[in-house]
């Protein structure tokens, strides 16, 4: 048996079969470039043939097609919101890919459901039922598994952690984004940088070597490794938060585990056991016990992987 | 068919027979006194089978018995742990029900499970598959549905909404019961009256009348019905905490309903339109506006109806 996984990102499509042992013998990207609308949608059926034609050369029968998108999947509709890629508003993806698919089980999924799916399938989260995976990057999501399921709630936007409400009170620069992304999303933490140097006249240091373009976390991150106070103070309050933010998902959920992923974990990725201390202020006390916080095992597969689990759990009825 | 709903309380148990339509034929009420163990057990197992007998010679065969615990319902071991019943730290209840019950399927729940399943089946939940009981007492919990069951967490505890951090930065006085439990409990808004009356030395006024006993929720609602200054304040703040983590329950779960239910709505349930209010800053935009806010609709009954849904639900594989 071999599974096909496609990666949607913003700018670049993945391709993977994935063989019995999860391993991935055939691979393929294509780059979205300006594309839009059915223009993509036929890019990706396109590639999709072309994968499951080569793989069948190979001796390899695809026996489930699973997709991840960069938005939402609408289970109701098969239809799929992905703001990133114009025209994809309502887009009717499930019924274009039936059309080559045939009695080929198709599933889609939003990107964070595939992350956790991937962590649970292959990564840190191995085998959990009940765990999340927090993605931090230019803004906040969060995948969540519960009872070995998806949690798509009542209309597919579950796992809307950046609206996370953790500092009363209300603020009205939240509005666009919700409090949690505001304050320690790869976004907020350069905006907020950039905010202190302005008020902080006085300030001297490594921040200001970066003037002639927007600063990124990157910087950031660089800036507290040299021991900037700037850096020191805004990587202090988004420690503070995540910590908050993880202890809110473990007081509700009870999980295994919680996995930091998304560009921002990378370099953050060295402060979870500093989040972990500020999560177990806040959290129910027996919950913080039972669950480990952990950074993503996968690197750009787990897109592919995460999509193709979920298509094969639908086809086998495997309730990990 | 008939169900039986065993409701335990920390100090009386109701036991209800519940036929097709709903309806309760039969009803017991034992109260606990003094009793501790397995005499607590011998009053529910005794009590069970003396309605079970009752129930057969009407005509009514139980095919289905459904226990609420005022506690954890630790699922893969079959035992509670209730906090208010001495000796049942790991209590074997479902062993000693099934030596009376036979073959009959026994289905033990936490009561905030039941409050919501109640509510889903016969309140103002009804038919939905993703809902949440906030259960506002001496102290708060939340009772979780999603995708139509349960959440329980890895280790039963979940919806420990008592814990949520809402409030940074963190303050030792959480220490015990969480953060927003701190502020908006039963007892944390009788608490933080007293001592703001202790602390505004010039205050005059209708709290003042309660000095020969602890002050109660109930009073701070009838002096806040009355323009008390105090009170005006303390329940102004239990609004926002309420709100905030209502949002929060909506950003994550995406729900179709959020209950409120507990001794203290009760008098708080005519807040509850201010509690969206708040809420409507947080949440996730479109989320907030996919859920309704709602008081429980079920006065006494809803432990003995929620456990015995939860009872049917498992012998029918009813996915609701």
Redesign the interface.
Known sequence: MALLGIDIGGTKIAFAIIDNNGDLPLKDIVTIDHRAGTDVGELITGGAQRLINEAESLGHRVKAIGLSVPGISRQSTGTVWAPNIPGWDDYPLLKEFKAIAGNTPVTIESDRACYISAEVWKGNARG???AVFIAVGTGIG?G?M??G?I???????????G????????DNR??SC??FEFYASGEGIARRTEELMHSEKEYIGILQEVSNRKLTTEDVFKAWKHGDKIAEIIIKQAI??WG??A???V??????KIIFGGGVFGPAAELIPDILVEAE????P??IK??TFEPTALSGDAGVLGAAFLAMKKISGIKR
Chains 1, 2 share one sequence.
């Open positions: 959990c039922r009940n969060a969540i519960v009872n399921e949690l798509h709630g009542a209309h597919d936007i579950a796992g809307a952690t609206w996370m409400a953790l500092s009363r009170t209300f939240f509005k919700g409090s503070e938060y908050m933010a202890a809110n998902l007081s509700l959920l009870n999980p295994e202020k806040w959290a129910q027996i919950s039972q669950v």
